[in-house]
């Protein structure tokens, strides 16, 4: 059962980017300095267009299993470069703006899943050995990538408790502060988990299940009403939770005994010639 959950969070993570392509190309033309979906480019049409159509490339690769571990990759590149070009810059500028830092967490969160996605994927043979030594150092940077930003996320819920309390549905038995604790606490030691790489295959779940929930329970309701309001955060919200879900997923499915085990080269006997 368990392995089936993590097993499905290729899929749920390749509908999230799928869906952020298709806000990509419906927004690209949306009169604002960025346009507003992950991940975040300048509102430049042709780039809204161009990133559109990547992203929707890249989660039809991950889902029909087609060149997978390449779009994986270039997807997990396509969210370091938003970083590093674009966002880390405001969040040095800003260090004390929660919103801020977590739009870059966000990003680098998923880079961290997609990194992760590509090595649980077969490698294609006809790379170059330095591509393959690149994407091995991206695939081991991706738990860290992961890790980290699951850290983060826990921290700034203590940093902005209030507004995490009142985003706590009021039907839901027991206090928004309980609730705020207790998700607060699950990204921490989720994210210490999988940096350390201990239980990291049920840090993994449960922060999967987590998001699952919130996207029932909280980004759900919320979309309904966003077509009335034309209220893009909403939906880009409920995809980055989706997404988030999936990667929690694919990082449990990457970190279990098995997947470890084998991903391990596997020794070539050294050859004896008679002399």
Not at 7 to 16: D, E, L, P, R, V
Not at 17 to 42: C, D, K, R, S, Y
Not at 127 to 150: D, M, Q, T
Not at 239 to 268: D, E, H, K, M, N
């Amino acid at each position: 059962m368990i392995d089936r959950i993590l097993k499905s969070g290729q899929y749920i993570f390749a509908t999230a980017i799928a869906a952020f392509g298709i806000e990509n190309l419906v927004l690209a033309h949306t009169p604002q300095a960025m346009v507003p979906v992950m991940p975040w480019v300048p509102g430049i049409p042709a780039l809204g267009y161009s990133t559109g159509i990547a992203l929707l490339a890249a989660a039809v690769c991950i889902a029909i299993n087609r060149k997978a571990r390449l779009a994986a990759i270039l997807l997990g590149l396509l969210f370091l470069v938003c970083v590093l070009a674009m966002q880390i810059s405001r969040t040095a500028a800003a260090p004390f703006d929660v919103g801020q830092r977590t739009v870059a967490f966000e990003t680098l969160v998923l880079c961290g899943a997609a990194l992760m996605l590509a090595g649980t994927l077969p490698a294609e043979s006809f790379h170059s050995p330095r591509w393959e030594a690149a994407e091995k150092a991206l695939i081991r940077s991706g738990r860290y990538l992961f890790g980290v930003s699951a850290i983060v996320f826990g921290i700034d819920h203590f940093l902005v408790i209030p507004l995490i309390v009142s985003l706590v549905p009021s039907w839901i038995p027991g206090s928004g502060l309980f609730w705020t604790w207790l998700t607060a606490l699950v990204f921490i030691a989720a994210g210490l988990c999988i940096v350390a790489n201990r239980m990291a295959r049920w840090a993994g779940l449960f922060m999967g299940l987590m998001f699952a929930l919130w996207v029932l329970v909280l980004h759900g309701p919320r979309v309904v009403t966003a077509p009335t309001s034309h209220d893009p955060d909403e939906w880009s919200s409920a995809f980055i939770a989706l997404a988030i879900c999936g990667g929690s997923w694919i990082v449990a499915r990457a970190l279990s005994p098995v997947a470890q085990t084998a991903l391990r080269p596997v020794p070539v006997p050294a050859q004896h010639t008679r002399s």
